[in-house]
């Protein structure tokens, strides 16, 4: 439905559209709407509806003032910006004097239309809430992250009644370029994946990626992997992080699963998000590369916070003991432990989801806890509650 929070903008060309498309980036409830300068696409009963509208106007051509007064008449008060490419310091005034509350001067770039429209509508604009980033990677091959991302996105996309979750918006980006098997362990067979958004690069925003994602029945939504071995480098390290950037705007929660191998985008893509889920076994081999990623982390200057999950502890003794000694020589807290749990595989095996197929199971149990710690740990470090409308 629309709101009476639309820009309407009447162009003579792309330049001013795209300026004002620029300057609405990011913003909240505010929408865009377009109509024709010369009158046509409904511009008067759209104008008398909008937040703000904007006009472009050959100030060269007869009528042009008597148009502009025509169009303060039905805007309202002080809602009125005049787009006057070639307009000189007389031509300005006389607009003014005809009623635009603003004008802007050729060339038309988003900063101007920003910095006029928030001077009109002053305190109006509100930057469109992000999302929180949780990336998850792994101390050694077959540790358990995808499992891991994907069923605690289908946990936080589901809510959590008994703890008073509400359900969240959520996306599992699989951006393991080569051996990407998210989609197989969610039985989804995607028509677009990663590599359409490849392709389509300069077309990219958060409404296309959403577009090329496919919804799993527990609500998240994937970004697929390849279905081909694609080089890592096709990926650049400031494309990988806008990917990122328009997930956040999209969704309350975002989980990356990235490629073992660490490639040029990896520690941009970590230090864009939120938190790292380090996954690794508890294990000597576990507890050696898990070693081996903080170490990385900190030599490579990520700052973003670690939280270590323990996948496949075996029996009580284990449980028990082995949280506590590998936390203190890694020097660093473990977050959640997961046990090793058959169903896991059996649940991958049938493309199944494990909190959804053995809900009782005790890896689901441990699941759900650790997506309570991870929301827990999220909000200490001040993600911003921005969604709690929802859950009232
Ligand atoms: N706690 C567990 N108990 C038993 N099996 C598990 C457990 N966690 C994960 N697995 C199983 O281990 C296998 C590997 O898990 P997964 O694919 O999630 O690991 P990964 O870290 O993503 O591996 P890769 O290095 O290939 O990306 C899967 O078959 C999964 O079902
Ligand atoms: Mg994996």
Wanted: aromatic share 4%; proline share 5%.
């Amino acid at each position: 439905m629309k709101t009476d929070r639309h820009v309407l903008v009447a162009a003579a060309d792309a330049e001013l559209t795209r300026a004002v498309g620029g300057a609405l980036q990011g913003l909240r409830n505010v929408s865009l709407e377009l109509a024709r300068p010369d009158g046509g696409g409904g511009l008067w009963a759209k104008a008398a509806r909008a937040a703000a509208v904007i006009v472009e106007v050959d100030v060269r051509a007869n009528g042009a003032g008597t148009l502009v007064r025509r169009l303060a008449g039905s805007t309202r008060a002080g809602r009125l910006v005049i787009a006057a490419r070639e307009a000189d310091a007389e031509r300005v005034r006389l607009l003014f004097r005809a009623g635009a509350a603003d004008v802007l001067t050729g060339p038309f770039t988003a900063e101007a239309v920003r910095a006029s429209l928030s001077e009109i509508l002053r305190g109006e604009l509100e930057p469109a809430p992000e999302g929180s980033v949780i990336s998850v990677i792994k101390g050694h091959g077959g540790a358990g992250a995808t499992s891991l991302a994907l069923n605690l996105a289908a946990l936080l996309a589901k809510g959590d009644a008994k703890r008073q979750r509400a359900p969240l918006s959520t996306a599992v980006l699989d951006l393991d370029l080569q051996f990407g098997d998210s989609d197989l362990a969610l039985d989804l067979s995607p028509r677009s994946s990663i590599l359409d958004v490849l392709q389509a690069s300069d077309r990219v925003d958060p409404r296309f990626l959403e577009g090329v994602m496919v919804e799993h029945a527990s609500g998240l939504k994937l970004l697929s992997p390849p279905q081909t071995i694609v080089p890592l480098d096709a990926l650049q390290a400031d494309f990988a992080v806008e990917i990122v950037d328009h997930a956040a705007r999209a969704f309350q929660r975002t989980l990356v699963d990235l490629p073992g191998a660490w490639c040029d985008w990896t520690m941009p893509v970590l230090s864009r998000s939120d938190l790292i889920v380090l996954v690794a076994a508890p294990t000597v081999a576990g507890a050696v590369g898990a070693r081996r990623v903080i170490e990385g982390l900190a030599a490579a200057g990520v700052q973003t916070p670690v939280f270590l999950v323990l996948n496949r502890l075996q029996g009580l003794l284990e449980t028990l003991d082995k949280p506590g000694r590998i936390a203190r020589s890694l020097a660093a807290p473990v977050g959640a432990a997961l046990r090793f749990d058959p169903a896991a595989v059996k649940a991958s095996d049938r493309g199944q989801l494990l909190v959804e197929a053995f809900p009782n199971s005790p890896f689901a149990k441990d699941l759900r806890a650790c997506a309570a710690k991870l929301e827990g740990r999220l909000e200490t470090l001040g993600a911003p509650d921005v969604f709690a409308d929802l859950a009232a």
